[in-house]
């Protein structure tokens, strides 16, 4: 396959970047865009080019590192597959492909396919944990879960928090993000004791962070590469109404410490 | 203030001022449907004086004036937070699967707005504090809004203007109902498909009624 790719270049986080254009030639259809990709850079190295820089780490969809807005799609044209798995077989013979970083104020771009997802981690920092002493590893039926609750909770921990719900969404909303995480808590009984919490929080680091409000639109769940629910997002909605109406103020003087 | 509340929050807002101003254009849809009642005009002036009579509604106003007014800073407030959380645009993009009048929401609802000015000017400025014509209804006299709103639909470009005006009405509303209620937490495995097709009905069957009036008035 013969291809026309048109790349994002930027040279750091501070320069303006501009869109180049490449030809790629005896592409096989049964190369992953990822190889692709090394085939492009291997070419440019031997030019004595700077390679297109890109994330990447597992190449089997499961670290959600392979950021790329392909022909106007986060992670291309195929559904709930991440970059990596993505095909070239997906593209004819003479396209012209579009890659793009992912576009939003908290991922300013570093390089050029590379985004900076920091915003991710202070989300999960905020409130995207249990407190739980370490230790021994739990007998693990020692608290029923309902199969029901746990199912959706697996599925809302499906989430790889690779942003493509922020990349996808047209108000670079991390609904579907945060809604995953506060969701995969709030369902099991160990996450329920600081649900109110934990919502209000992540919610709040969201909102500093600078995303956008979700529209319900849908496009996060049509692109998310795990298929993660926008019924997440009713569920935090839920959750952070009960949280602001209904919940218990916390008590800073309960404990047995001070 | 609007810029203080969360994200959430604000979308709740916007979600429960929504869902009332489409319960307004229901009440206000029956109400306008009387107009072709083929009785000079009587049902459908009683009911206006009513409307303009009644403590109730003259008190709902108010309150619908408020619920116009937060959905439309609101819905300000959200796009400008939306469009500033992308300061640098896709040069493809928008090839997702997505439901479609979602994207325009604040086009639609511009447009929404603006035609509103001219009808409010047109029929609403015009009972409150013009000169209006009368009618006798049972040895009665009452304004006669029913005469106001069939001349205004014997003009060609006015009849149009409204039809362009209640399909924009019609598209916004689409995504309105069931975006609401999952705004306000409520999705279900089962009832969320049902919440699409009412969404999808409201929007048919108000904006389709509204246009169907200055036509019929039109045409007859």
Redesign the interface.
Known sequence: MNLTL?I?RQKNATSKGK?VTYKVNDISPNSSFLEMMDILNESLVTRGEDPVAFDHDCREGICGACSM?I????HG?DKAITTCQLHMRRFKDGDTI?I?PW????FPVLKDLIVDRTAFDKIIQAGGYISVNTGGIPDANAIPIPKVDADLSMDAAACIGCGACVA?C????A?LFVSAKVSQFALLPQGRVEAAERVNNM??E??RL??????????CE??CPKEIS??N?????????VA?LAAPKPRVDSGGGI | MALKY???????IMALAGLFLISFLIVHLGINLLILKNDGRESFNMAAHFMVTNPVIQTMQWVLFGGFILHILLGIV?QL??W????????????????FF??F?IHTGAVIFAFLIIHLVNFFFRAKFGEMPHIMINGEQYEDMGLLVIEKFRDLPYVLMYVVWLLFLGFHLD?AF??AL????????KY?PVAFGVSRALAILIAGGFILIPVLIFIS
């Not at chain 1, 022909?71 to 986060?74: F, I, L, Q, S, W």
């Not at chain 1, 600078?210 to 496009?219: L, P």
């Not at chain 1, 997002?233 to 109404?241: Q, W």
Request: aromatic share 8%; net charge positive.
């Open positions: 048109k994002w869109f807005y022909n106007g799609r986060p044209p579009v793009e576009r939003a104020r908290p996808a047209k108000n670079a909303s609904m919610v709040a969201m909102d600078g995303f956008g409000n979700c529209t319900n639109t849908g496009a049509a692109e926008i019924s997002i009713a569920r935090m909605n839920r959750e952070f109404l602001k | 969360s994200s959430i929050t604000k979308k709740v959200l937070q939306n500033m959380a992308r300061p640098q645009r896709y040069k493809v993009e928008g090839y997702s699967h997505t439901s979602s994207k929401m995504h069931h975006s999952q705004s306000l937490g409520l999705n279900h495995s969320t």
